[in-house]
């Protein structure tokens, strides 16, 4: 399966010197990716990485920018949101990748299989974007939805919210 949004950077077109690489989703691209990570749309996706051979691969730093429509977990309503997120990647031979992992730094950089002699800045930015994005999205009128819909908050619903309604109930003479 190639990557909605794949932009590949063969090995030997990375040299010594750090390279400097700027990409950005088009709108089929984005349209896909939404469709993929079950998003309402995703407006821009761009990002821009700096590129440089360290040893055991190939050292992506840089961030990662993006505008998205998020449904609302409670009433589906669009959530929109921003994101500038900063990325620290390792690419690494598929045979490194699966063994235990190498600290050949004091930093920490996530680590991604190199596959077929290329490195995929594209699937990289959309990866961190996803993961990037609020898991339970809120509307601005989620809470109030909630509440006519009678569950309870999560203050209502814990110990204390109990103890608070058994000490309503016994101020009324209920108890």
């Known amino acids: 399966m190639t990557p909605e949004f794949s932009r590949p950077i063969r090995l030997d077109t990375i040299g010594d010197q ?9 709108a089929a691209e ?3 990716l939404a ?56 690419f690494v031979n598929e045979e490194t990748a699966d063994e235990e992992e190498i600290e050949l730094s004091g930093e920490a950089l996530d680590t991604i299989a190199i596959m077929g002699g290329a490195i ?4 990289a930015a959309a990866e961190t974007m996803a993961l990037a994005l609020e898991p ?13 819909a009678g569950v309870l908050s999560e203050e209502q619903a814990g110990p204390f919210g109990a103890l608070a309604e058994l000490k309503e109930k016994l101020a ?4």
Do not use: K, M, Y
């Not at 750090?18 to 088009?26: H, K, S, V």
């Not at 339970?136 to 006519?148: I, K």
């Open 35 to 90: 469709a993929r990570f079950g998003l309402i749309a995703i407006d821009r996706l761009a990002a821009a990485f700096t590129l440089h051979r360290e040893a055991g691969g190939i050292v992506a730093r840089g961030n990662v920018e993006g505008a998205v429509s998020q449904a609302c977990v409670v009433t589906s309503e669009p959530v929109p949101a921003t994101l500038d997120e900063p990325v620290a990647l390792r």
């Open 18 to 26: 750090p390279r400097r690489i700027e990409i950005e989703a088009d």
């Open 120 to 123: 995929d800045l594209g699937e």
């Open 172 to 175: 009324r003479g209920g108890g």
């Open 30 to 32: 984005r349209a896909a």
């Open 136 to 148: 339970f999205p809120r509307a601005p009128g989620a809470e109030a939805a909630l509440r006519d």
